[in-house]
């Protein structure tokens, strides 16, 4: 497979001629199921290798979540050092990649690095730039992403067939061209198309009703016998309890370091009206366990760029500042605090926190700490233990963590080891990227790898 392109213009996606082509083909070598971004980058794949590939979309256009993706931009890769290690077998991948056994995707990204994808994205002259930490954007519109995949699929004349609802899939005694059979929905009527190759991208469960999110990955792999792990919300804002001070924070940002068990994310936090959100929690969200009697907690780090003995020597030098002026004018503890903290959460955290944990009253000032009371005072500041009590669930999740067990599936091509010519990719496996382009590199990367050899 030659993954180079020649250029070619960027012009208005063929809408007519997709609709056109929406009808039941009978049989076809290959049939991707899903038409987002790991199926497109799957079908055009396997299409430039001149196998015949028909696509069943279930919406009425393709890639919708690209278009809604990175704000309307699309955050199509990262170029940061982390990724770059990442296709070098560092063990850095398992903090980037979330519920995985580390090297899964290792051999996928070997083959299809963020640098294929740029070279696609410039090939069809569309205009991008970098906005923070290697996240790749478009400058104009996530819709030229889409525009230009769909392209590709229909240079590669892969068949395109949109409101089509795949049903099933069901392996087939037969000739190895037609080994399984798809049962699917089109203008009501429910249509059957066989395959040697059944390419599985259907996604997670994330936004389904604005997105058209459904389970089949997870149900074709139950059919199949095949293991589906960890599958819940990712990428999602935490709820918190409806008691919790914090909900008097709403609008309030800053920036933190959260930690969920072993893993760190510096950036910001923004307090909500059910909870808590911002990229930092966000990324830390994807790592939240929960058990019947057991929640992990998130552990705020609010002062990230000092490190406790620095918090606590400003802590004392401020309680010493307070005692010289005491006789002029006492200030509450929180006044101090607001000095680096946003004003409302200093002084709800003083007011509830502190007063919690070191007894003291709300009106107190540094002052009246004790040098063990600013200890405290400081290991709080980097260890606030939030409780979680749950997600916003599906339907603001970005991502849909877990799903199928990536023992089930060659690291080469995504083909179940146990049922040759079924392949899994995108968002339905269980490999659960960082937030900022991670998720749609895997879903390149893992097209890619399917669509090559299938
Ligand atoms: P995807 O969900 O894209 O596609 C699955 C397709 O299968 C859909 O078109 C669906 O309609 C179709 N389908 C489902 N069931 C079907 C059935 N029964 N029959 C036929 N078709 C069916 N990531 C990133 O890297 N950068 C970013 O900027 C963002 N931004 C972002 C914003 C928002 C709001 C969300 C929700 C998500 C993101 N993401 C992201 C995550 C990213 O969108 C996601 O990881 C990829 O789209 C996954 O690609 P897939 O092709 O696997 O699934």
Redesign the pocket.
């Known amino acids: 497979c030659a993954p180079s392109l020649p250029a070619r213009p960027v012009g208005t996606p063929q809408k007519r001629h997709l609709a056109a082509r929406g009808h039941a083909a009978q049989r076809a070598p290959v049939v991707v199921?899903?038409?987002?971004?790991?199926?497109?980058?799957a079908a055009m794949t396997a299409g430039r290798r001149g196998r015949p590939v028909t696509l069943?979309?279930?919406?009425s256009e393709?890639?919708?979540?690209?278009r809604?993706?990175?704000?309307g931009?699309?955050?199509?890769?990262?170029i940061s050092e982390k990724l770059d290690r990442a296709y070098h077998s560092s063990p850095v991948i398992d903090e980037d990649f979330a519920q995985s056994d580390g090297s899964f995707f290792q051999k996928a990204f070997r083959r299809y690095p963020p640098e294929k994808f740029i070279a696609l994205v410039e090939s069809h002259g569309i205009k991008y730039h970098e906005k923070k930490l290697g996240?790749l954007?478009c400058n104009k519109s996530?819709r030229q992403i889409v525009d230009m995949l769909q392209q590709e699929c229909l240079a590669a004349s892969v068949e395109l067939c949109t409101e089509?609802?795949?049903?099933t899939v069901a392996a087939v005694d037969g000739p190895r061209a037609a080994r399984y059979r798809i049962e699917?929905l089109k203008d009501d009527k429910k249509k059957e198309i066989y395959a040697e190759a059944v390419l599985v991208?259907?996604?997670?469960l994330?936004?389904a009703r604005?997105?058209?999110?459904?389970?089949?990955?997870h149900r074709i792999a139950d059919s199949f016998n095949l293991k589906v792990t960890g599958v819940r919300p990712g990428?999602v804002p935490l709820l918190l309890p409806s008691d919790a001070w914090t909900r008097s924070l709403t609008g309030v940002s800053l920036e933190v370091a959260a930690c969920m068990g072993s893993t760190v994310f510096v950036e910001r936090i923004l307090f909500t009206h059910k909870g808590i959100s911002g990229p930092a929690v966000l990324q830390a969200s994807s790592y939240w366990e929960h058990h019947a009697d057991a929640h992990k907690p998130l552990v705020l780090d609010v002062l990230p760029y000092l490190k406790e003995e620095e918090v606590l020597e400003w802590l004392q030098r401020r309680a010493e500042s307070c005692r010289k002026r005491q006789s002029r004018r006492p200030m509450p503890a929180s006044e101090e605090l607001a000095r680096k903290l946003p004003r409302r959460f200093a002084d709800g955290f003083w007011k509830n926190e502190a007063s919690k944990h070191l007894g003291v009253r709300p009106r107190s000032g540094l002052e009246d700490l004790e040098s063990s009371a600013l200890q405290r005072l400081a290991s709080l500041l980097k260890r606030w233990e939030v409780k979680v009590i749950g997600t916003e669930g599906y339907p603001k999740?970005?991502?849909t963590c877990g799903g199928v067990s990536t023992e089930e599936l060659s690291d080469e091509t995504m083909e179940c080891k146990r049922q040759p010519g079924l392949f899994f990719?995108?968002?339905?496996?269980d490999v659960t990227?960082w937030?900022?382009?991670?998720?749609?590199?895997?879903?390149w990367a893992?097209?890619f790898a399917a669509g090559a050899v299938c």
Request: hydrophobic residues 40%; aromatic residues 10%; proline residues 0%.
């Open positions: 199921l899903g038409g987002g971004a790991a199926g497109m980058m069943l979309e279930k919406n393709l890639g919708k979540k690209i809604i993706s990175g704000g931009r699309c955050n199509f890769t990262n996240q954007f996530a089509a609802e795949c049903l699917y991208a259907s996604g997670g994330s936004y604005s997105c058209g999110a459904t389970d089949l990955a990428l999740a970005e991502v990719i995108g968002e339905a496996v990227g937030l900022g382009g991670y998720n749609f590199q895997w879903a893992s097209g």
